[in-house]
């Protein structure tokens, strides 16, 4: 983890240490901070690594230069692929399978697309305001599972619906 030997980071590290986790601590310039978190990781009965990494200055990773820049574009791009993905899949879902079918059949493509686009910018707000109710990631894992739980059978039978 960079940033773990203060604030936000260093508690971030600790709860990981505290679930099982073996955290590796990396530091810049002052190994000794790091040192005082993995200690405190120990002492709880975690285990914790130290080790120098500065990932802001040019040759400090071993990639060639400009690799850097295709990782994080390479990153950022599978990242919007799957949010991209999950609301093609839940339009797909509530303008088809439930709107065109059961509320509203029989009206042109325009208006389904209208509909659809909206349904996105719907289910794109929906799931930016749930970041602000759910605290940690382990609780929106939890959320997942919960409802997954109840519509795994359903999401199985559709094929042959």
């Known amino acids: 983890m960079t940033g773990a030997s203060s604030g936000i980071g260093r508690a971030i590290a600790e709860a990981y240490a505290a679930e099982g986790a073996a955290v590796l601590l990396t530091h810049r310039e002052s190994p000794e901070r790091a040192r005082e978190v993995a200690d405190a990781i120990a002492a709880d009965g975690g285990r914790a690594l130290v080790r ?3 990932l802001a200055t040019t040759g400090a990773t071993p990639l060639p230069a400009g690799f850097l820049g295709l ?3 390479g990153t950022l791009a599978a990242y919007r692929s799957t949010i991209e993905t999950h ?21 042109s493509e325009k208006h389904y697309v209208l509909i659809g686009r909206l349904t996105t910018a719907g289910l794109m707000v929906a799931a930016a ?11 929106a894992f939890d959320l997942i599972l919960s409802i997954g739980a109840g519509t795994g059978l359903l999401y199985l039978l559709r094929w042959f619906w």
């Open 52 to 54: 120098r990494a500065d």
């Open 71 to 73: 990782v994080v574009a």
């Open 87 to 107: 609301l093609n899949w839940g339009t797909s879902y509530l303008v088809h399978d439930f709107y065109r079918r059961f509320l509203r059949p029989g009206l």
């Open 129 to 139: 305001l749930m970041t602000y109710a759910l605290g940690t990631a382990k609780e």
